[in-house]
């Protein structure tokens, strides 16, 4: 009888767990959908609103649409012109950050030395800068008055070679961390297998590292493309008439020329490559994630061997302090020109002119809005990446994961023209509101928020979830006790990147920062713009001053960063 009883029940049961697994499916992608409406809402808001408003004032000529205005702008040669050149010095900033970067990755992959550490969060220093301070780094070594101009009598500012090496500067960064953190990783007795079967140290780094390595060079490539296929501050401030990409025509035709039609063209274009790049971005790092076995990277790096690894080790290092470290000597030295600092003094009164406050208080400006646009970004990205975190999501949500880049490579410039001409109107006149600046500025932001958070999220055991689910845990409650405490260290990490992003922010900025509360890149852009010494002077004294402020950020993310906080 008890027996009976027993498999009657056990049978009985098969349905029910059948039922709930649809529905905790059921449930779980309606909690997905609900963290993502918050994101998707702000981006929809602050992000496609802006952007498609200024779009359609440009194209959209007494309520009809003049599609063939993009012939036509495309047709004017000036403009095949800056196509041209913005595509070639992508390209020849890539080819040659990877040419002078690939030495770097592998000797932080495979060497262990002395300061390593150290030397590391140095080459990450420029990545975190803004552009305007790139920009007046290499101004001040290979500009007017210059360290190359007064030993040499040598002015590359007004070539192509000094937009390449600022481009390289910043972006060297990326090819260590992106390309050595997976270098790091290969498992070295695969090529000595190569090299023990008789071939050379070539073919075997040719046919063996190479292909495993390829992923996460293209990744690298696209990534370096991507920034310099949009580059702003450092081609406003070197480039000069002369020189110009996609995103400076575009500020030139919205703040010069007026011509929101040509601008909107140029957007258009511009959008339409990036999403061809971050397109085959995310396939490279799909191959990246799925097609390597990889072993522990502090097994791999050991000290060099031989004169041929200490020479090319000293060859990076050379690298390093001439492309890196001299340009923000330079810059630092330079504001130190005037006697007692004069500089620095002269930034604490009013000048009547560019400013119509003393230019010291940009600097309180620039971290108030840092701070709110930090609040921002963090909310947002935290809430998208755990919305992003299961792997079997389906091609809705991999098209969010993808929309949350596409502010790092759509024109800011077009965003903060768009916001003055979208959030001018009941509910949403924000025109005179300082909520504005931290708002584009979080735009930037977000990107690195989910990105950094994203691999640890997915790294947390989801049987903890279920497990907690189980018990009666809500979902809110879940994610405090089961999800924060892992990510704890990763949320900071992203905190520290959206601020110093945020810190540097200049192309959206530089429309909405009112007269009265200018940022740091802003105010440095505006010093440089003016003619004499004692403004180029106080310009790189600001500049030294957000170079120190972006510095000691990353060096407290350096402490808090683990290796299962993602690079970047």
Known sequence: MDL??????HEGTQPVKQAVRPARTVRGSAARLGLMAVPVA???????????????????????????????????????HVLWFTTWQALASTGLTLLVALPGAYVFARFDFPGKQVLRAVVTVPFVLPTVVVGTA???????????DELWGLRLDTTVWAILLAHVFFN??????????????????????????????????????LPALAPAVAAAALMVFLFTFTSFGVVQILGGPTFSTLEVEIYRQTSQVFDLSTAAVLTLVQFAAVVAVLAVHAWTVRRRETALRLV????????????????????VLGVIAVLLVLPLAVL?????????????????????????????????????????????????????????????????VRGFDA????????????????????????????????????????????????????????????RLREAAAVLGASP?????????????????????????????????????????????????????????????????????????????????????????????
């Open 296 to 315: 522990d990277a502090a097994t791999t790096a050991r000290r060099p061997r031989g004169a041929g690894q200490w020479a090319l080790l000293a060859g």
């Open 332 to 396: 630092v030295q330079r504001s130190l020109g005037a006697p007692g600092f004069g500089y620095y003094r002269a930034l604490t009164r009013e000048d009547g002119g560019a400013f119509l406050v003393p230019p010291i208080e940009a600097i309180g400006n620039s971290l108030q809005y840092a701070v709110a646009a930090t609040a921002i970004a963090v909310l947002i990205g935290a809430l998208a990446a755990t919305a992003l975190t299961r792997r079997d999501a389906g091609r809705f």
């Open 138 to 148: 290499f101004l001040a070594l290979v500009g007017r008055g210059g360290l190359f």
């Open 4 to 9: 009976a009883r027993t498999e009657v029940s």
């Open 42 to 80: 702000f981006f929809a808001v602050f992000f496609a609103y802006p952007v498609a408003a200024i779009v359609a004032r440009g194209l959209k000529i007494d309520g009809a649409w003049q599609f063939g205005r993009i012939g036509d702008v495309l047709a004017q040669s000036d403009v095949r």
């Open 403 to 462: 929309l949350l880049m596409l502010p790092l490579g759509v024109s800011a410039v077009t965003v903060g023209f768009g916001f003055l001409i979208a959030l001018d109107e009941p509910p949403l006149d924000l025109r005179s509101s300082w909520i504005l600046v931290p708002l584009a500025q979080a735009l930037v932001g977000v990107p690195f928020v989910v990105r950094t958070m994203l691999p640890v999220l997915r790294a947390v055991d989801g």
């Open 172 to 209: 060297y960064a990326v090819v260590v961390r992106t390309v050595g953190g997976l270098w790091s990783q290969l498992d070295p007795r695969q090529e000595e297998a190569a090299r023990m079967l008789g071939a050379s140290r070539t073919r075997a780094w040719r046919q063996v590292t």
């Open 476 to 568: 809110w409650r879940v994610w405090r006790e089961v999800d924060l405490p892992m990510v704890r260290r990763a949320l900071l990490v992203a905190a520290g990147f959206a601020f110093a992003v945020s810190l540097g922010e200049f192309g959206a900025t530089v429309f909405i920062a009112r007269p009265d509360n200018p940022t740091l890149p802003v105010a440095v852009a505006r010093l440089l713009g003016r003619p004499g010494d004692m403004n180029y002077g106080q310009a790189m004294a600001l500049s030294t001053i957000l170079m120190l402020v972006c510095a000691v950020a990353l060096v407290v993310l350096e402490r808090l960063r683990t290796d299962r906080s993602g690079e970047f």
